[in-house]
């Protein structure tokens, strides 16, 4: 069975620093791989995804994330982040593509200014 | 990309009550999903909705307490039954289209 951890339930930055959010995922087979955000009181927004090819995946708002089978992990990474960057952001992992998806437990980006 | 509509948007239910949270999408799906986010929680596939066909449950979930409808390819019901404070969550429909997951709004329900 697949299973996702995300390593920061919280992770505070100021206004234009990099960050990185950690996802660990767990699964005896070849996966999918998404981060997507949460904005306060709305849905779900996909950032990107992997699901073949290259291992550094460059998605919306600046975010990227690099797949790392090795160490079973796709972290999601942003060179400078905005204070509209704060957020909680979710890892989940498919691994047979059919929109059963397995989430992490959540990390909440604050951007402080 | 899909555009998900769900409704209610949100609901306070006395426990015992049932409601129905409709989702409605803008193009023809084959694969439905609902999703639960407890407080505070991540979220959890409660099943998944083919039109044609009954829904599959995960573990952990049934038919009797969240029955699901799936009349159409852009449409969908889940129904939480007979609830209690413990279902107090928001409700997510979901879609896979073309290798993407596409999520409504949400339904945020309160159990009093």
């Known amino acids: 069975a697949q299973s996702v951890t995300q390593l920061d339930s919280q992770v505070p930055v100021f206004e234009e620093a990099p960050v990185e959010l950690r996802c660990n995922y767990s699964?005896?087979?070849?996966?999918?791989l998404f981060w997507y955000v949460q904005y306060p009181n709305q849905g779900l927004q996909l950032l990107l995804k992997y699901l073949s090819g290259s291992t550094l995946v460059k998605g919306i708002n600046g975010f990227e994330a690099e797949f790392n089978k090795s160490q079973t992990s796709f972290h999601l990474r942003k060179p400078s982040v905005h204070i509209s960057d704060t957020a909680e952001y979710f890892c989940?992992?498919?691994?047979?593509?059919?929109?059963?998806?397995?989430f992490g437990q959540g990390t909440i980006l604050t951007v402080h200014p | 990309s899909a555009v998900i509509s769900q409704k209610p948007s949100r609901d306070i239910c006395q426990r015992g009550t049932s409601l129905t949270i409709q989702c409605q999408v803008d193009?023809?799906?084959?694969?439905m999903f609902w999703y639960r986010q407890q407080p505070g929680q991540s979220l959890t596939l409660i099943a998944t909705a083919n039109q044609g066909s009954e829904a599959t449950y995960e573990s952990g979930f049934v038919i009797d307490k969240f029955p699901i409808s799936r009349p159409n390819l852009t449409f969908s019901t889940l129904t939480v039954s007979n609830m209690s404070p413990e279902d107090s969550s928001i409700y997510l429909c979901?879609?896979?289209?073309?290798?993407?997951?596409?999520f409504g709004p949400g339904t945020r329900l309160t159990v009093t």
């Open positions: 193009s023809q799906v084959t694969m």
């Open positions: 979901s879609v896979l289209q073309f290798y993407e997951q596409y």
């Open positions: 989940a992992v498919s691994e047979t593509g059919d929109g059963k998806l397995t």
């Open positions: 699964s005896s087979v070849s996966v999918y």
